[in-house]
């Protein structure tokens, strides 16, 4: 192996192994994933328009064939990685401070920051129960294979999954406040000029995913959607 391949290699085990290295794969992966929500979510917006337009749009997802599996694959991998890197800097943050503060301050910390410790696993496991319920059909008692907006109606009529759907959705918006505002700060995108721009945008992208993602089960159990 040559000398250059081997920098190569050392270099990326230390970026790994870096705070900052971590901090920067959270933040790309994190890029990725609140791309994919925003998508999923503009797509899933089209229920709004009727049963034949949204079963035609998840049909053209299904026939992406190859591709939608290089998207599933490269998703999951993000998803891996970004909690594998949020384990790992958690547990750094408390091996530097063994002792917890007497005190809490609460003075630089917003709600959406202090947490985020359990709003991700609470998101990753909506993430697995959704997947069970509207993909699998394993989670839904009244599954009917290729008929996404049937499933999508019938999930929704159970007011404990519906409430379960908003709750976790608007945990998902505080994530991605707090989520959108760090990546910013790690990719080095900070200057005091445009520090509250970016605050701004972090929270206006939280907001508009919670309303679009809780306006959907909130339409069925109102009787705004039907079958
Ligand atoms: C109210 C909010 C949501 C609704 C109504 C919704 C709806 C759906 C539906 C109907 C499907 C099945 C599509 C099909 O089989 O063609 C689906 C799949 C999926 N959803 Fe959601 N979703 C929501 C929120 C989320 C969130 C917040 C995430 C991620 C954190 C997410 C991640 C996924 C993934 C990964 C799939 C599987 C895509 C695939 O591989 O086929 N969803 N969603």
């Not at 990725?32 to 049963?51: D, E, K, R, T, Y």
């Not at 999954?161 to 995108?189: C, D, P, R």
């Amino acid at each position: 192996m040559s000398t250059i391949a081997v920098g190569g290699i050392n270099r990326t085990a230390l970026f790994y192994q870096s705070v900052i290295g971590k901090k920067v794969i959270m933040a790309v992966t994190g890029f990725i994933l609140s791309g994919f929500v925003l998508g999923h979510m503009i797509g899933n917006l089209q229920v709004f328009a009727g049963p034949e337009k949204f079963n035609a749009y998840a049909a053209f997802l299904q026939g992406l064939g190859p591709m939608l599996w290089v998207a599933r694959i490269a998703l999951l991998a993000a998803v891996g990685l970004h909690i594998a890197m949020a384990v790992q800097l958690t547990l750094l943050k408390l091996d530097a401070r063994p002792q917890a503060y007497v005190k809490k301050s609460a003075l630089v910390s917003t709600y959406a920051a202090r947490t985020m410790i359990w709003s991700g696993p609470i998101v990753a496991a909506f993430l697995i129960y959704h997947l069970l319920h509207l993909t699998t059909g394993h989670a839904h008692p009244d599954f009917k294979p290729g008929d996404v907006y049937a499933n999508f109606i019938t999930g929704f009529k159970n007011p404990a999954v519906a409430l379960f759907y908003m709750v976790a959705n608007i945990l998902l918006a505080f994530h991605l406040y707090h989520g959108v505002w760090s990546m910013f700060q790690s990719l080095g995108v900070s200057h005091p000029r445009y520090t509250p721009i970016l605050k701004r945008l972090a929270q206006l992208y939280g907001i508009v995913i919670g309303l679009g993602n809780v306006a959907m089960p909130m339409a069925v159990l109102t009787g705004i959607l039907t079958l």
